[in-house]
């Protein structure tokens, strides 16, 4: 059973393994936005902002979709306000969730793992059910169930990467893999567009999606911990429900029964206790160690405030990084349904065709997610140099990962900007090689250059700090149709142009390992140095 005696490394499988299938599955669902935009345009969300009589002096401007789906024989016109409507309800999602994420770090710092999952599995199923029951006459129902869809996706995620630290060589490839399958979720929404071109309403799969909440509850319970899964990992640590089950101390303690497991009190916490200390202590970052000393188990005020870590430039230059390509991609995912039907002339066909495209290849995130893993843990059960301390490496390793995925956002707008649609084949490639790097570096970069005591907030910050930038999509979509006359060829080369900020991050980090490695190499030498002197001047005391 789980929890008794031997159980922990099957715990552990299991959890890992389920953590997978809830981030394939669920957690990133509402970046598939682009499918699921076809079906609610199919449908004839937001159609009454169209003016058809208005638009339809030419043949050309009336689109008539009949025949094949559910949804046939409504006449659309070419309208550029539902278009801007879709756009609108990604774009506000977006912002609204990353808004809160600060917030809710704290609440997953503060509270831990239990508390934010049940608060996310509340959001998923306000989500799912808001578009069950949403109507084109409530076609605003789309607003907060997106938003209830990405938060949740989010909340999820975050809970999950902690399960790295599970497996303390592949720690980075968890987490690397997780977010692969985070983008790979939102082929969901592909399955649910195949469902309802065959005759299966989509009401109906987004209940069967809410029923799906059920999941989540059981992992929270069984297989997550109540607070946090601590790195380096305690032995004999154990978390989850266990054979005789929870006991609930007064302050929000659990005890243990006769016999139980959960996350055990006693010799284990004593050890969890000291384990924290040291975590806290070697994961400040590195610059800041320098300054003050080199940090002992034993003193835990050195540990690197909170105040300290956002002022870092680590934390500027990774804050630059994750906000200048997030909304690069937030951007392309709220207007890549326009931007098929302008390149497509408005043949639905095509505009399917491409859809569809694009939904595969999200598919495909899972696959890329442990490339950045991989590199990043490629440096693990390699000696280290001398005087090198495992974060050190941890991050000499991690620079590599972070001038990738910057050359992969460039290469990405650099085609997005193409006018040519065959390229968008390779634009959709790009996109979510690019999107599991970027999740997957940045997550395990938080938890390499900071203290695992901050990450939640650090996350949260860095990714409300990013809200604020993609505020810009309003006026940019704005300006998109109203200025440019819905080509954004402009917008794009503008924004190729800002992703080369990205690279100061890995080049700041490379430096920084550089300088570490040049102090390293005096230090030794002075060293040898002061020895020669040593031995030389007992030779001169003995003679």
Known sequence: MLGCGGGAK????????????????????????????FILKNDGYFSDLCDITANATDPGDIITLSGEWPGDNIIQSDCSVQDEQFSLVFTVASFSTNFLRFPLGFLFDCFGTMATRLLATCLYTTGTLLITVSSPE?????????????????????????VGNLFDSHRSTVISVYAGAFDSSAAVFLIIKFLYERGVSFHSSFLVLSVCSVIH??????????????????????????????????????????????ERKGD?????????????????????????????PDQPERVTSFRSCVLS???????????????????????????LNRLANRDQTLVSQYTNAFAFTQLCG???????????????????????????????SSSLSLFLTSLQCLLFYVCVSSPLLPLQYLTFILQVLNSAFIYGGHQAFLTIAFPGCHFG???????????????????VLHLIREFLHGDPIYVNVGLTLLTLLTFIHPLHVHLHCRSLASQRRATAEEEVTNSGSKVTCNRLVEM
């Open 366 to 396: 899972v696959l890329c997610g442990p490339w950045n893993g991989l590199i990043m843990d490629r440096h693990k059960g390699k000696p280290l140099a001398p005087g090198e301390t495992k974060q050190e490496a941890d991050l000499r």
């Open 457 to 475: 907030k650090l996350s949260g910050l860095i990714t409300s700090l990013s809200a604020v930038v993609l505020l810009l999509q309003f006026p």
């Open 217 to 262: 509850v059981f992992r929270t319970f069984f297989l997550m911990p109540k607070t946090h899964i601590p790195y380096p990992l305690p032995d004999r640590y154990a978390y989850g429900v266990s054979c005789g089950g929870w006991r609930w101390k007064r302050g929000g303690e659990r005890g243990e029964k006769d016999g139980g497991g959960g």
């Open 313 to 339: 430039w680590f934390f500027l230059w990774h804050l630059v990084w994750v906000a200048v390509m997030q909304f690069c991609h937030f951007l392309f995912i709220a207007t890549v349904n326009p931007m």
């Open 138 to 162: 409530q076609s605003a129902l789309l607003f907060p169930a997106i938003s209830c869809l990405i938060t949740s996706g989010m909340l999820f995620y975050t809970t999950n990467a902690q």
């Open 268 to 296: 284990v916490n004593a050890k969890y206790q000291k384990n924290a200390v040291l975590q806290k202590a070697e994961s400040a970052p590195l610059q800041l160690q320098d300054k003050a000393g080199p940090s002992r």
């Open 10 to 37: 099957l715990r552990h499988s299991l959890t890992v393994a389920s953590g997978f299938v809830e981030n394939l599955c669920f957690s990133g669902i509402a970046y598939g936005w682009a499918s699921l935009v």
